[in-house]
């Protein structure tokens, strides 16, 4: 869901080789409907051009706190925007801020701040990991900023090792989670299953569905952006991956199954969004010739949310029920089949599609219809709905 469009975004840009990535970032940062600005240290002159970041904010790039008299700039920055981006940020600025140092625009900025500051350091392995550092980033941890840890890779110095800056899909992500208006999942840990599984019909085919996965993505990213910890467990989709979930890949139901009963011992809340098969065809050795009459022999496969019941007690499950008629009388018998909180119906229309039909219902007895929605409007209101039944249980 995107909560970047109308909002101030300033990015602080700092004397590090991943500068370079910053204005692909902004650019993003634009195309969501953001309203971007730019101030960077002597030092991130040297790897970005203020001229660059001009064109791409339509704003001047600020650098110095005293360009114009009378003005106090870092207060006027500081007050105008929603939350800051530093990035990269480097060992020097962090351990400045950290310090209490305010010697150049953008750490006087920051000193004087009231909104979400987000750091996303980005350095040499040794550097990142030296004793100093890791002591200065507890220090802003403890103040309230936002620390994105960096990611393992090879460096610009030619070294392998944890240092590298987010890629900018990551960093937008992070922004948006950041601009997020609840928090209310913060603390909850949230296993979600998405797109279909897939069953072999011989070495060759398999048999699968239509499901995208892009409801559970949705689902997945407001979750995350309203904090909660996230485990996206998916089969065969055709959806990027949401951004900061733990992510697990399987093939078919029974590999769904037997990561699920690993992982929701620890979760609080279930939401089967998979389309699971619901048969599973006797393999055929080899491949099957075109030539070849035959007649395949399914079975249906296990009730994985029937056989996670034993592992119900305290949490809440969510389902999923996709029907061609009577969708509220079915979805309402799945809920009670199912032993469900809460029942997501769906219209095949909904299939590999950006939007959806249906309603959500809970075992309460409280209903929210929908029609030709977007699913990242429908997967705020699914987690409205768990945070409303979460509160009454």
């Known amino acids: ?6 909002r101030h975004i300033t990015f602080a840009i700092t004397g590090g080789i991943a500068a370079y990535k910053i204005p692909y970032a902004i650019r993003d940062v634009i195309k969501m409907g953001g309203q971007t600005r730019a101030l960077i240290t002597p030092s991130a002159e040297k790897f970005v051009s203020p001229l660059v970041l001009e064109t791409l904010t339509n704003d001047r790039c600020y650098k110095d706190m005293f360009f114009e008299n009378g003005r106090t700039v870092h207060i006027d920055l500081a007050r105008d925007t929603d939350i800051i981006i530093i990035a990269p940020a480097t060992f020097n600025t962090i351990g400045k801020i950290a310090s209490g140092i305010a010697d150049n ?5 920051v000193s004087s701040a009231d909104v979400p500051v987000l750091f ?6 040794r550097m990142w990991l030296n004793a100093i550092n890791q002591r200065n980033v507890k220090i802003l941890k403890k103040n309230g900023y936002t620390v994105i840890s960096p990611e393992s890779g090879e460096l610009a110095c030619g070294e392998e090792g944890v240092g590298r800056l987010p890629e900018t899909g990551v960093i937008v992500s992070e922004i948006n989670n950041a601009l997020c208006p609840k928090k209310d999942f913060k603390g909850k840990r949230v296993v979600i299953t998405a797109g279909g ?3 072999q019909l011989d070495d060759v085919r398999i048999i699968t569905n239509l499901s995208s996965g892009r409801m559970a993505k949705e689902v997945a990213e407001v979750i995350k952006a309203r904090g909660s910890e996230v485990t996206f467990i998916y089969g065969n989709i055709s959806v990027p991956l949401p951004f900061g979930a733990k992510n697990v890949r399987v093939k078919t139901g029974e590999d769904m199954e037997k990561v699920l009963k ?3 011992k620890s979760a609080d809340i279930l939401i089967m969004a998979a389309a699971v098969s619901d048969y599973v065809p006797e393999k055929v050795k080899g491949k ?8 395949l022999t399914f079975h249906p496969t296990k009730d994985i949310l029937r056989e996670l019941g034993k ?3 305290g949490k809440i499950y969510v389902g999923f029920a996709l029907e061609d008629k009577n969708l509220e009388l079915e979805a309402v018998k799945k809920m009670r089949d199912k032993s469900l909180d809460i029942v997501v119906g769906n219209t095949i229309s909904t299939l590999n599609s950006n939007t959806g039909t249906g309603i959500i219902i809970t075992k309460d007895g409280e209903k929210h219809k929908f029609k030709h929605q977007k699913k990242d409007i429908i997967a705020w209101e ?4 768990i945070i409303a039944l979460h509160k009454s249980i």
């Not at 099957?288 to 007649?295: A, G, L, Q, S, Y």
């Open 311 to 313: 592992y119900k007690k």
């Open 197 to 199: 599984t897939i069953e």
């Open 120 to 125: 996303f350091p980005s350095m040499n392995v």
């Open 288 to 295: 099957i010739k075109r030539k070849d009459k035959k007649v």
């Open 382 to 385: 699914i987690a409205e709905s």
């Open 262 to 264: 690993k992982e929701i």
């Open 1 to 6: 869901m995107n909560f970047i469009t109308g």
């Open 105 to 109: 625009l953008l750490t006087a900025v």
